[in-house]
């Protein structure tokens, strides 16, 4: 098979959550033990540290491996999903996996595949582990996909684990409540491992701390050692500026991520890199605020709250959920700008009243929806907005929504593309 045809293999064949959502998840990780016992356990031939959470790991993922990246090790990085590539999931040092190197995985590997039907995630699982410890990377960040206590990632043993914000998503599989999911997410902890939780909320609290007990792992709190606050666009770099407070000192760290949501990124990935040193990992303040400020530039991340444009405005982000929304709203809400647009799109598997809800009434949106089956169709979307009183009209296909408002914007309005993952994935010019 060629690449495309192997990619074909791998989305096609078998179920893979992004496209199709329910009928792609299991709360089992036989499938995942058995593939990477076939392929020499490699997930033991590196460090790694495992980060799980409903919103931020993706970012906070990004920011560890390229601190880790300037402190000069050599860095794997798997993520999920990916926005335009699939090769974007698997990366060393901001580079992504070659085609070759996953058309031989299937090739080398098709027939224990065909037998043992392990889904998408398995396999990529699979591959990018076995990837991480052929090129023998000196550490590895795993993002979870979903939840934590059944991902497929969940057969590493890592130095640590980093679990970021816990909020309402993917319910019908992790549970209807915050503690629910938390006991969900908090299935990563592992025994004797250091676990470091970003944002001290009341209901996830008690269960972290409770698994943390039964597993004998030292536990922290990151927002009781840091406090970040978004000071804004510092004009000189064109960075992000953040204030941090730690023990009463403050002191200043620029990244190229933007978004107030960072505030709560931060801390949790301070807090690790301290852990780190403490192991013995050989880090300087240099490399920690020249990772930070290069963090989407050294690990390639899109679609976290990017700008594509001036005149007009163009931000793309995303976040989808509850508190993602929450923390994008108040973002836009402290910009300047005329008019707002909103070019939208979600998914039809998860209860959007209550983001709808959080949305500027008084902007003007572009009901839209990506290719895929999770897609909710636009009318259904339009329709479902209009009961908050948010108004707009409808133009299916992502870019031609994106094109069209961008006739109709004057130079100082803003547009704002998102809602969903897969919309912002499909914009051309991301």
Do not use: W
């Amino acid at each position: 098979m060629n690449y495309q045809e192997t990619l074909d293999y791998l989305f096609n064949a078998l179920p893979m959550f992004q496209r199709v959502g329910a009928a792609a998840f299991k709360k089992d990780l036989g499938n995942t033990v058995k593939l990477c016992k076939q392929l020499g356990n490699p997930q033991d031939q590196f460090k790694s540290i495992h980060i799980a959470g409903t919103n931020g790991k993706g970012s906070s993922s990004h920011m560890l491996a390229s601190v880790l990246q300037v402190a000069g090790y050599k860095v794997g990085l798997y993520t999920s999903p990916h926005l335009k590539s699939f090769t974007e999931r698997i990366k060393i040092n901001g580079k992504e996996i070659p085609p070759g190197v996953v058309v031989d995985f299937v090739k080398n590997n098709k027939e224990f595949l065909d037998q043992c039907k392990p889904s998408f995630f398995e396999m990529t699982v699979g591959l990018a582990f076995a990837y991480f410890a052929a090129e023998k990377v000196d550490y590895a960040v795993i993002e979870v996909g979903m939840g934590g206590r059944f991902d497929s990632t969940n057969i590493i043993n890592p130095e640590l684990c980093l679990i970021t914000n816990i909020g309402l998503d993917h319910t019908q599989f992790l549970g209807e409540t915050i503690a629910k999911i938390a006991f969900e997410k908090g299935g990563i902890i592992k025994e004797n491992v250091p676990v470091i939780i970003s944002q001290t909320q009341e209901e996830a609290a008690p269960e972290f701390k409770e698994i943390a007990f039964q597993k004998n792992a030292p536990i922290y709190f990151a927002d009781q050692y840091y406090q970040v606050f978004q000071k804004g666009l510092n004009k000189h770099n064109l960075l992000c500026d953040y204030q941090l407070v730690k023990c009463g000192i403050e002191t200043v760290v620029s990244m190229d991520l933007f978004g107030q949501y960072q505030e709560k990124n931060l801390p949790g990935v301070l807090k690790v890199l301290d852990i780190l040193g403490e192991m013995g990992l050989k880090l300087n303040a240099e490399a920690i605020h020249k990772g930070l400020a290069h963090a989407a530039s050294n690990t390639h991340l899109k679609g976290r709250f990017q700008k594509l444009q001036e005149e007009p405005l163009v931000y793309c982000d995303t976040g989808h959920n509850v508190d993602g929304m929450t923390a994008l709203v108040k973002q836009i809400r402290s910009m300047d700008y005329d008019r707002l647009y909103m070019v939208l799109g979600m998914v039809n598997d998860k209860d959007i009243t209550q983001v709808l809800a959080l949305l500027p009434k008084e902007a003007h949106y572009i009901f839209c929806q990506a290719k895929l089956p999770r897609a909710l169709d636009a009318k259904e979307l339009k329709d479902k907005a209009f009961a908050f009183q948010l108004h707009g009209e409808i133009i299916r296909d992502v870019n031609m929504a994106f094109k069209e408002t961008l006739k109709k914007a004057g130079k100082k309005d803003l547009i704002f593309v998102g809602g969903s993952t897969f919309v912002v994935a499909e914009l051309e010019n991301l």
